[in-house]
């Protein structure tokens, strides 16, 4: 176990904490009072250029579902998301930011359409759960909402899907992007994804049960081994340059969907009944105050982004850096910023406070970075 981490029943293990353990893992985050590896004996750098080549496995067990079901399910999940769901098909994952009545931004799950009246929310950091239930009691539905026994794990890489030819067959290669199936493993049924936290390509494995966690974590280890295989977790370079968004980062309950840039997520024609729908009219009809952008910044590496970096136009303040560290790739620090109205402009010059006594040259990019 990693030194600096006291465990109680309070932050859960997960079915393949051991083989992680046994791996070299270095650091955990907790993630829905559950362990997610963050680090393993290799530099974050050294992680990243073996993620864009080959393939890694990665315990992603921390995204918990939340299990909806019954005759009012696919009601009770409209009315939680600004997302159109009606035209969803069983076997459909949709990317859905989750907003409260005043708009702001709760959580941004995978919804996985299991059947007409089941689905799962593949919940980031926070209690989705207690949500779904709130309203499910207040509005009276007919719905059940509980966790279920499912431990994501994920194949992320361009080798992903040849290893897993060789596990599951042919048959996952007609698995399209943010779509399901299923496959027999070891005479279970289990779920598997085209989908994952990075831009290189992968699946994920909704692994139903436990037990098993230990021989699905051995089979693609063991075949792995042919496809340079590591153990792995979400890189922040990867992440950061793919411009994927970061809950409790990029956004909080304080953000919301517009100013985001989930527009493309969100109904606005009046169609679709969800919480919060005349504050998130409201906040597009004045237009957002702020905006996600990319963010390039010269200067030599070492820094991360742990608090935000303040930018800045002409010595005045227009936003701030929530996700930031130098790509060894491109030689400058990438980063996702909020910056404010008026300042919306690709290529615009800014300066990034690294820290208190340093201040870099930058320009603000589109997403994701080329």
């Known amino acids: 176990m990693v030194e600096g981490l006291n465990m109680s029943r309070r932050i859960r293990r997960t079915p393949y904490t051991d083989r992680v353990e046994a791996a070299g893992v270095t650091?955990?985050?907790?993630?829905?009072?559950m362990l997610?590896?963050?680090?393993?004996?290799?530099?974050?750098?050294?992680?990243?250029?073996?993620?864009?080549?080959?393939?890694?496995?990665?315990?992603?067990?921390?995204?918990?579902?939340?299990?909806?079901?019954?005759p009012d399910a696919t009601e009770l999940v409209q009315l939680m998301t600004p997302r159109d769901i009606s035209r969803a098909k069983v076997g459909d994952c949709l990317y859905i930011p989750i907003i409260d009545d005043k708009a702001g931004l709760i959580n941004d799950p995978v919804l996985l359409k299991l059947a007409e009246d089941k689905f799962w929310l593949s919940v980031a950091d926070s209690d989705v759960i207690l949500y779904a239930k709130g309203i499910a009691i207040g509005r009276k539905l007919q719905v059940g909402v509980s966790e279920p026994d499912v431990?994501?794990?994920a194949v992320q890489g361009p080798k992903a899907e040849d290893l897993l030819i060789e596990i599951f067959g042919k048959q996952i290669c007609s698995i399209g992007f943010f779509k399901f199936s299923w496959v027999d493993f070891k005479g279970s049924r289990q779920l598997i994804a085209r989908s994952g936290y990075s831009r290189q390509?992968?699946?994920?494995?909704?692994?139903?049960?436990?037990?098993?966690g230990s021989s699905l974590w051995d089979t693609?280890?063991?075949v792995g081994q042919n496809y340079n295989i590591r153990p792995g977790c979400p890189n922040l370079i990867e992440r950061i340059e793919g411009g994927l968004l970061s809950y409790?980062?990029?956004m909080t309950q304080e953000n919301n969907p517009l100013e985001i840039g989930l527009e493309k997520f969100i109904s606005l024609n009046g169609s679709v009944d969800y919480i919060g729908r005349e504050a998130l009219e409201l906040i597009a009809e004045e237009g957002p105050e702020r905006l996600i952008h990319g963010v390039l910044i010269d200067g030599p590496p070492g820094n991360v982004c742990t608090i935000p970096w303040p930018v800045f136009y002409k010595n005045k303040k227009i936003g701030q850096v929530t996700s930031g560290i130098y790509s060894p790739r491109?030689?400058?620090?990438?980063?996702?910023?909020?910056?404010?109205?008026?300042?919306?402009?690709?290529?615009?010059p800014v300066e990034v406070a690294l820290s208190s006594s340093q201040r870099f040259s930058g320009n603000l990019s589109e997403l994701p970075f080329a």
């Open 27 to 33: 650091g955990f985050s907790v993630v829905n009072h």
């Open 36 to 70: 997610l590896p963050k680090a393993f004996n290799r530099s974050v750098e050294e992680d990243y250029w073996h993620l864009r080549k080959h393939v890694q496995i990665w315990d992603v067990s921390c995204q918990r579902q939340v299990l909806i079901y019954g």
């Open 151 to 153: 431990f994501p794990l």
């Open 201 to 212: 390509g992968g699946f994920e494995i909704y692994l139903r049960g436990g037990r098993l």
């Open 220 to 222: 693609i280890w063991d």
């Open 248 to 250: 409790g980062n990029e």
């Open 330 to 348: 491109l030689e400058k620090y990438v980063g996702l910023a909020l910056i404010d109205r008026g300042y919306w402009t690709v290529g615009l």
